[in-house]
């Protein structure tokens, strides 16, 4: 508890004399006010502050809701890239073709992504503007590692403040992104696999899986992966674990 001291002095009504004394008073107040404790449901409003336990509640809600999203799959070998990825209808009115979920980032790059279509659909824009801009300046493709990198600081600008932005406020977010991307490609260091989390960590992958069933085919990528396989091994390779992990029958679209 915080204590609060108020001191106060009483005079007398008169000049003194030489030799007279008064009584002189100090009395005093105690004001006791309570410490303020901030419960999880506190720090799960502020997206900026972390718990005691050195948790940020918000980036870990947007990681559950990428393994709500379908799965998507890319694999690495020595030939190119490989990525795979699940088209969930919710109804059999949806036509399958409006349903991007591989996109192409430019001619050498392709993006797969799993949680909310409209967040993942910011980020694979940002990614293509980073790559025309990155042509347009040096006249080559855009390294694949700086195509995550650009996208991981656009899903870091959740709960900045606005005198912080060197930017103006058309990118500014109120939350963390609810959407991972998979990016493969074949830039000057050979074919690469990044992943883009919703915390703004990338990471480089040789075979690495995205959304509901990223558990389950993360673990067959572990155990059938081997940095040997063949473009057509690759591609036998994603499919077999897309089947394992899927509720529904794989057709092609």
Aim: proline share 6%.
């Amino acid at each position: 508890f915080a204590s609060l001291f108020s001191l106060f002095a009483v005079f007398p009504p008169s000049p003194l004399r030489f030799g007279q004394s008064f009584p002189l008073f100090f009395p005093f107040h105690l004001f006791n006010t309570p410490t303020m404790f901030l419960t999880k449901s506190d720090y799960d409003r502020g997206i900026n502050q972390f718990s005691p336990e050195g948790r940020l509640y918000q980036v870990e809600y947007a990681i559950e809701a990428v393994k709500l999203g379908t799965t998507a799959v890319a694999v690495a070998v020595k030939d190119g890239i490989i990525i795979g990825a699940e088209k969930r209808l919710a109804s059999r009115l949806i036509v399958p073709e409006s349903l991007e979920k591989i996109s192409k980032i430019d001619s050498h790059c392709l993006a797969s992504s799993s949680g909310l279509t409209a967040d993942a659909r910011k980020m694979v824009k940002k990614a293509r503007l980073e790559a025309q801009s990155f042509t347009f300046s040096y006249a080559e493709p855009c390294p694949i590692s700086s195509l995550a990198k650009a996208t991981c600081d656009l899903a870091l600008k959740f709960g900045e403040d606005r005198d912080e932005r060197e930017e103006d406020d058309k990118d500014r977010m109120s939350r963390p992104f609810g959407a991972a991307l998979l990016f493969g490609g074949i830039d000057d260091q050979g074919p690469a696999v990044y992943c883009c989390d919703p915390s703004g960590t990338y990471t480089k992958w040789a075979a690495k899986a995205i959304g509901a069933g990223s558990e389950g085919a993360q673990n067959a990528l572990e155990e059938q992966y081997n940095e040997d396989l063949s473009l057509e091994e690759g591609v036998q390779l994603v499919l077999k674990v897309l089947r394992q992990v899927m509720e529904e029958k794989i057709e092609p679209r």
